[in-house]
């Protein structure tokens, strides 16, 4: 097989203009689209890109999804606690302040967590941080129906 690409060139088929108004390129039979494509599976790259078996940061893709699964979220748990302790510590002019900073510990950390990982760091971070976030409760929330169904004997 050969390594150049194809060339590709689309013309027209209609006899006019169904739009309506002058005469364009496609009503004078000219070439519409013209360009070179690969064919797909040629090389490395996918449709979507190129596709790893593991990701290009160092660590196993199970690692870092637990990393984002666990650790991650505990840091993030054990910081927010940290700053509302000093809040209460303080007086009313800085407990406002510490107070908002552990509000926002959460999304912050997770907007950034998930961003970076899908921008530069290994996608299976990110995917056991939205885990944390997405999983976990809704595993919570089936259980506590099937709890109640259970309880009052719907099984």
């Known amino acids: 097989m050969e390594d150049r ?29 013209s360009g ?8 490395n790259g996918g449709a979507l890109g190129t596709i790893y078996q593991q990701e290009q940061s160092s ?4 690692g870092w999804f ?5 650790l991650a979220p505990a840091a993030m748990w054990i910081s927010s ?4 302790e000093i809040a209460w510590g303080l007086s009313d002019t800085g407990e406002g302040l510490f107070m908002v900073a552990s509000f926002l510990v ?7 967590g998930i961003v970076w990982s899908f921008t530069r760091g290994n996608k299976y971070f990110a995917i056991g941080m939205l ?18 169904l259970m309880w009052s004997g719907g099984f």
Not at 36 to 43: I, M, N, Q, Y
Not at 59 to 62: A, E, P
Not at 131 to 148: D, E, H, R, Y
Request: hydrophobic content about 50%; proline content about 7%.
């Open 36 to 43: 070179s494509v690969a064919s797909l599976g040629t090389s």
């Open 106 to 112: 959460w999304p912050v950390g997770l907007i950034a």
């Open 131 to 148: 885990t944390t976030v997405i999983g976990v409760p809704a595993v919570m929330f089936l259980a506590f129906i099937v709890m109640i």
């Open 5 to 33: 690409p194809e060339s590709v060139e689309i013309t027209s088929v209609s006899d006019g203009n169904p739009w309506g108004g002058e005469p364009s390129n496609l009503e004078s039979g000219g070439t519409i689209l």
């Open 66 to 70: 637990f990393v984002g699964l666990i």
């Open 59 to 62: 660590g196993s893709n199970v």
């Open 81 to 84: 606690i940290i700053l509302m």
